[in-house]
């Protein structure tokens, strides 16, 4: 079976700084995938280049048979990937629900017209909105914050609402950049369990940068170790993680 | 934690329109009754004229979150598309109210048309820059206008930017617009009770483009343009879409001015920068992205020089001490606390929990 993401001899250079080289990768459908690595590897840059943020200075992105590489985000997004950040990129003066709405944009529409005007389609597509973003709430249990502003929301909860927003948009491929970055072990715990439940029930592939070897070695079921740019190990998470290359570049003794 | 509910927009919208038919019964029943002053009655058709701007910038500066230094400048072309039109059917179109109405569209058209020619180029500037391009449209807009002679005979029109007698006009041939002395004789349709339906219709449109999947793409933006993107919403689509809709909007604010005067000129104090500034004060004295405030603060800015008529010399500086206190009522942390303690919820609903 086809890959569903197939990475080719992607490569971006900033002026003299070869930020990414010769990164080749192969997910396939309804993985976990883990992308690990010190610093400054290149590893958000990659998921920029995933999602069209940046422009690749060579190489071949396939999205389950399509040729994706150099799309704007927003057809790529269209074509199945969406992302979550680093740093959360929420928007903030929105409640929960209409984070989770926005999500939804592409999927259910009605002209500007029949917004302004209120004719039945609004309320009618308004209403099915509303059902499948508390669906997907309920999911990642914020459903009792549904009208909350999104700024208010703890920490925590602000990241799920992130990957709430993601899955709204109904990708093939989830990216997710440090999920668990500032979480304590108790909030890593329960990140781990939803984000296997979302690859189970939602039939998700998903690749994901992380820090917390806890949580890679509990989830991921491949991995690809990253420095300065290059691949530096791939393939299962077991063997990768006790490679002594691994060790010294990353993980340390 | 504050809590926003469907049901509470609804009823937030419900009490807005509210205030604005309260206020204008009030009002018609004054004016019926003969309380209000003439001076005061003459405010009143720009009174409206400013609420609509003040809301339709809101949509630019608090909704799509662009400042835009140039909204007098949407107003002008407005003002003049439609007294043009107006001036042009006068003997054409009998019935008053509908050549008015026909006006109002085209004002908006053009001025929304406009809108969307300079959003194409300058909406893909940020922050500063968007001001100062929007800043010199308005007043290149205002120069134009004050060079522009259009004339009509038998022949059809004719077009200068020099002067009245470079458009050669023929046998009972018309000047419609004479440069700088703009367009005079524009018949005098506004009248209090068509602003205020204007002003109702600009905020159906505005809240219900809010409260729906375009505004809240609009407002996506306005948060966050990168995770905008990332979720698939096409930013320069819904960037135009708020700019254009409020332009067009203050291309109508415009028309109800152009015919409320006899005399039409894009002079400074009307179409120039300080018009511009004011509507940006009403927007962020009454809350950025809040309508409501934006209603409350044009009206209340409007009134306060007349009111204050009397103080003569010392009447800017009361004005100006006004709009300091306003400022801090507003948005000092400690007096929001204030307003929140001994707010007339509380008052009212002791016996509900506070979170």
């Given at each position: 079976m086809a890959a569903l993401l197939e990475v080719k001899n992607l490569g971006i250079s900033f002026g003299g700084l070869r930020a990414v080289d010769d990164f080749e990768i192969s997910i396939q459908k309804g993985q976990l995938y883990g992308l690990i690595g010190p610093n400054g590897a290149g590893k958000t840059t990659i998921f920029n280049l995933l999602t069209g943020v940046y422009k690749p200075s060579e190489g071949v992105i396939m999205l389950d048979g399509e040729n994706i590489t150099g799309l704007k985000t927003i057809e790529i997004n269209k074509a199945g990937i969406a992302r979550t950040f680093q740093n959360i990129r929420l928007f903030k003066e929105l409640s929960v629900i209409d984070n989770v709405k926005a999500g939804l944009h592409n999927h259910y529409k009605y002209s500007t017209l029949e917004g302004i005007l209120r004719l039945p389609s609004y309320f009618k597509t308004e209403k099915a909105m509303t059902e499948r973003a508390m669906e997907l709430l309920k999911v990642f249990e914020l459903d009792e914050e549904?009208?909350?502003?999104?700024?208010?929301?703890p920490y925590g909860k602000q990241r799920k609402l992130e990957i709430a927003r993601a899955l709204a948009t109904e990708p093939k491929l989830l990216l997710l950049d440090e999920?668990?970055?500032?979480?304590?072990p108790n909030e890593t715990m329960e990140l781990m369990e939803t984000i296997r439940f979302v690859r189970d029930n939602f039939d998700m592939t998903i690749l994901l940068i992380e820090h917390d070897m806890k949580l890679v070695s509990g989830i991921c079921e491949e991995l690809t170790v990253l420095n300065f740019g290059r691949i530096l190990a791939q393939g299962e998470t077991a063997g990768v993680l006790n490679d002594p290359q691994v060790i010294t570049a990353y993980l340390g003794e | 934690m504050k809590k926003l509910t469907i049901n509470k927009n609804t009823k937030d919208n419900i009490i807005t329109y509210g205030i604005i038919i309260a206020a204008y019964i009030v009002m018609e029943l004054l004016i019926n009754t003969g309380h209000i002053s003439s001076l005061m009655q003459g405010l009143l058709v720009p009174l409206c004229v400013y609420v609509i701007l003040a809301v339709s910038l809101n949509l630019t500066v608090g909704i799509l979150g662009e400042l835009s230094l140039g909204h007098a400048g949407f107003m002008c072309v407005g003002a003049f598309a439609g007294a043009f039109f107006s001036k042009c059917t006068q003997g054409v179109i009998p019935v008053d109210l509908l050549r008015f109405i026909l006006a109002i569209i085209i004002g908006a058209v053009a001025a929304g048309i406009i809108g969307f020619l300079i959003g194409m180029p300058v909406l893909r500037l940020r922050g500063d820059y968007l001001a100062i391009v929007t800043l010199a449209f308005g007043e290149i807009i205002k120069n134009i206008i004050n060079v522009l002679y259009i004339g009509k005979d038998s022949s059809g029109f004719h077009f200068s930017l020099k002067d009245s007698l470079s458009l050669g006009l023929g046998e009972g041939g018309e000047v419609i617009i004479n440069g700088a002395?703009?367009?005079?004789?524009?018949?005098?349709?506004?009248t209090f009770t068509i602003g205020i339906i204007l002003i109702i219709l600009t905020l159906v449109i505005v809240l219900n483009l809010i409260h729906s999947r375009d505004g809240r793409a609009i407002m996506s933006i306005r948060d966050n343009l990168i995770a905008a993107e990332s979720i698939g919403i096409n930013i320069t689509k819904y960037k135009l879409m708020a700019f254009s809709i409020s332009a067009a909007l203050a291309g109508m604010a415009g028309v109800l001015y152009a015919h409320n005067l006899s005399s039409l000129m894009a002079t400074p104090k009307n179409f120039g920068y300080n018009m511009s500034i004011m509507i940006l004060v009403f927007v962020v004295l009454g809350g950025i992205g809040n309508i409501r405030g934006s209603i409350i603060s044009a009206v209340i800015l409007t009134l306060l020089p007349e009111l204050l008529r009397g103080l003569s010399n010392y009447r800017m500086l009361i004005y100006s001490v006004i709009l300091i206190i306003m400022m801090l009522f507003n948005w000092s942390p400690k007096l929001i606390n204030l307003r929140e303690k001994y707010s007339f919820k509380r008052l009212f609903k002791k016996t509900r929990e506070v979170q």
């Open positions: 549904a009208n909350y502003l999104a700024a208010n929301l999920p668990a970055a500032g979480m304590n | 002395q703009g367009i005079t004789g524009t018949p005098k349709d506004a």
